[in-house]
């Protein structure tokens, strides 16, 4: 992410606004002096199997963006405070390329992603308010700066954590960042106040009682009760463990770590399609996932998936892939999968998905079940 940063006083072509009904971006030349590039990519998908080195697409960076820059304020800024018993130096890097970056962002609050290579998602994102909040709720916690306070006070997304309805701010994702700032406050010391402080773990605790009381209305008992599973519907229930396993911490009630053990036995097996959604994990896991390289499914001389990797998940939405395709209208909810390596909107491994995976694995694993 940091070489992702654009040198001091370089100039880059953006596009400025809101140009998503535009059929052709209109670029500008910038000082883009610390923005981040949003991506970089392959300028087509590529088939499988494929390795990296194997890899013979040319690659392209796209533009900067406002999202990313905010990202890399955000991690920056964690990582700051993470490392710097462990590495000084590197962690007073890492808080330089943040700060910088929260002054290009705020120099350039709308410039935004675009689908403009077909080789990977835009991951597109007009509403930015919210990454505004946890770049700038991170960087206080690091650095103490009375501006960033007073920034991430006057936000609309103050304290704010999802809210349990899948169909406004349900879960945290990619697109929906503003309660990665909220936890931060809650969990890491510093000086927002104690009152502040104790609405942040009370705003946590409600979002997990939301999700705790929809274990009752689902016959797997797992805090996630919707009408439709989303594209990467396993992450919501490890992202919803989040919120459980603090609630747990700040109110000592034991029915959240349980919510959030019955979220892991589903996600191990205790579902309709009796499948472990962890690769390698259980007497019947997932082998067959859309992934690149782990791809014996389609080679037999490329490597099966290495154990522990998540993958999406049931999706009752989007039937994009081959696979998915013929299960439209055939299949509800959590029964919307199949273990193919073909099927992308169902079997897919990304990043996002499994950092949650670890962390409430461990969280489990540290805690105490009565």
């Not at 990467?232 to 029915?255: H, I, P, T």
């Not at 909810?333 to 169902?346: E, F, K, P, V």
Request: proline content about 6%; charged content about 15%.
């Amino acid at each position: 992410m940091l070489a992702m940063q654009v040198p001091e006083g370089q100039n880059v072509s953006v596009p400025i606004g809101d140009q998503s009904a535009s059929k052709a971006l209109e670029l500008t030349a910038i000082d883009a002096s610390h923005l981040a590039f949003h991506k970089v990519a392959d300028e087509v998908w590529t088939g499988m199997p494929l390795p990296p080195h194997k890899d013979d697409k040319k690659r392209y960076v796209g533009q900067p963006s406002t999202a990313a820059t905010l990202n890399l304020a955000a991690i920056g800024a964690q990582c700051g405070r993470l490392w710097k018993e462990i590495d000084p130096s590197f962690a007073k890097r890492c808080i330089n390329a943040a700060e910088k970056a929260w002054t290009a962002a705020l120099a350039h609050p709308d410039i935004f992603a675009y689908d403009n290579f077909t080789g990977s998602g835009p991951y597109d994102d007009l509403v930015l308010s919210d990454e505004f909040y946890w770049a700038a709720s991170e960087l206080f916690i690091t650095t103490g700066n009375v501006q960033y306070r007073d920034f991430l006070k006057s936000s609309p997304h103050y304290l704010e954590t999802p809210k349990g309805n899948i169909a406004t701010d349900g879960d945290i994702f990619w697109q929906y960042t503003a309660p990665l700032g909220t936890i931060s406050l809650a969990v890491v010391p510093n000086n927002l106040g104690k009152e502040a402080i104790s609405q942040a773990r009370a705003n946590i605790i409600q979002t997990a009682s939301n999700y705790e009381a929809q274990v009752t209305k689902e016959g797997y008992h797992i805090p996630y009760s919707v009408e439709e599973y989303p594209w990467g519907s396993n992450s919501n229930l490890v992202n919803r463990s989040l919120f459980l396993v603090y609630a747990n911490d700040f109110s000592g009630e034991v029915k959240f770590l349980k919510a959030a053990a019955n979220a892991m036995d589903y996600i191990l097996g205790a579902n309709p399609m009796n499948i472990s959604y962890v690769t390698g994990y259980g007497s019947h896991a997932a082998q067959n996932p859309h992934h690149r390289f782990w791809a014996k499914a389609a080679d037999k001389n490329s490597p099966a998936p290495a154990p522990g990797a998540l993958i999406g998940g049931p999706n009752s939405i989007s039937f994009s892939d081959p696979i998915a395709a013929t299960m439209k209208g055939q299949c509800i909810g959590q029964t919307c999968y199949r273990d193919n390596i073909g099927a992308w909107s169902l079997n897919e491994i990304t990043i996002n998905w499994n950092a949650p995976l670890v962390w409430v694995a461990s969280a489990l694993d540290e805690g105490k079940l009565h």
